[in-house]
Structure formats: structure tokens, C-alpha cells
């Protein structure tokens, strides 16, 4: 190939599984293209989703504590840019976008994730640009 990089995301990818309350998807399981165009297989998008699978309850509690404090928050999605370091802890993690508008809330996840550990591996960083989080109410 040329070294471009294409990824295509239709729908939510919710609504076959139940997984509870927290959900998050990102288009297919496509190993991350590093700038040399070389495949790295050092990290998957799907290695990233089973870490957050595996940590979605602490989500979750977040979750049904801002929304008992807060009663206008309903069902919605935020959206992180993450960079994992090679030990596997998160040494980035932005806000792109946010449904809730609650600072306090929004700061609460941000924080959870830093403490998500990806496990160490010889590899560069791994960036995921957008990764959504999607909450609903039980």
C-alpha cells in the first residue's frame, strides 16, 4: 500500500450485545499503521477496548453517581484522544468532545482512564486520536 490509512465507522455498533452501561466501539480491530507505513503490531484498537471493557463498573459508578447529583444527565458519549506509553500506562489523554457539558463529570472519567494500565510492551506509543465512550442509563 501506499501508506494511507483509511477507517470507516457506521453506526454505533451498539444494540446486539448488552454489555450494561458503558460502551465503547471503534470501527474493526485494523492494526495501527505507523507513520514508516509499516504495520506495527504492537498494540490493537481491540487490546484497548478489552482494557476498558474489563475497567467499565469503575465507568459505570461514575456514571450513576454525576447523574444522581445531576438529573440532566441522560444517556450520551464522550470522546477521548489517548497516547499509551510502552509500559502501558496512559501518558495522554485529551477531551474531543463531550454530549454532557459537565466539567465535573467529564474530569471524573479523564482522570479513571489515566489510571488504566494497557500493559507494557516494546512498542512505540500507541495514539487513538477518538475514542468514544458511550453511557446509558440502566
Known amino acids: 500500500g501506499s501508506g494511507s490509512y483509511a477507517s470507516t465507522q457506521s453506526g454505533t455498533g451498539l444494540g446486539t450485545r448488552q454489555t450494561g452501561a458503558v460502551n465503547s466501539r471503534i470501527g474493526g480491530g485494523s492494526p495501527h499503521i505507523g507513520t514508516n507505513g509499516k504495520v506495527d503490531n504492537g498494540r490493537t484498537i481491540g487490546q484497548v477496548q478489552e482494557v476498558f471493557d474489563r475497567n467499565q463498573q469503575s465507568f459505570y459508578s461514575i456514571y450513576n453517581r454525576a447523574a444522581r447529583a445531576d438529573a440532566s444527565i441522560a444517556e450520551g458519549r464522550i470522546v477521548v484522544h489517548l497516547v499509551i506509553a510502552p509500559d502501558g500506562s496512559v501518558s495522554s ?41 458511550d453511557f446509558r442509563p440502566m
Do not use: C, W
Open 93 to 133: 489523554v485529551t477531551l474531543v468532545s463531550s454530549s454532557f457539558n459537565n466539567p465535573d463529570f467529564e474530569g471524573k472519567v479523564m482522570q479513571r482512564i489515566r489510571l488504566l494500565n494497557f500493559g507494557a510492551k516494546s512498542v512505540p506509543p500507541f495514539d487513538v486520536p477518538h475514542y468514544p465512550i
